[in-house]
């Protein structure tokens, strides 16, 4: 069971930067892919950005040019920086690590407990 443990939100102003970490408990290298994640009050949770275990990197349009995932493996942390930030951002922040084996797909799926980021106006 991989532990992933959060950190690095807060209150923030319209236009300001912030960077999330994911720290996790075992090697980030076991995992085919990790990213970020974020629900909004009342809405469904919504992917942020992903990066596999090679480095390819995926976006939500909505924070294209803004924010940017890393990975360091040797830290087994991943992280999030986020750019020019929008009261639209305001969610709370989820990590994700998943490990697929080929032929049976995802078999090992983890969350981390969410950080929250507010922007205001």
């Known amino acids: 069971q991989v532990q992933l443990v959060e950190s690095g939100g807060g209150l923030v102003r319209a236009g300001e930067s912030l960077t999330l970490s994911c720290a996790a408990s075992?090697?980030?290298?076991?995992?085919?892919?990790m990213g970020w994640y974020r629900q909004a009050p009342g809405e469904q949770r919504e992917m942020v950005a992903t990066i596999t275990f090679s480095g390819d990197k995926n976006f939500a349009d909505s924070v294209k040019g803004r924010f940017d995932i890393s990975r360091d493996s040797v830290q087994n942390t991943i992280f999030l920086e986020m750019h020019n930030l929008k009261p639209e951002d305001t969610a709370v922040y989820f990590c994700?690590?998943?490990?697929?084996?080929?032929?049976?797909?995802?078999?090992?799926?983890?969350w981390g407990q969410g950080t929250q980021v507010t922007v205001s106006t």
């Open positions: 075992e090697n980030i290298n076991k995992l085919n892919q």
């Open positions: 994700r690590g998943k490990r697929s084996v080929r032929g049976m797909g995802v078999v090992s799926d983890y």
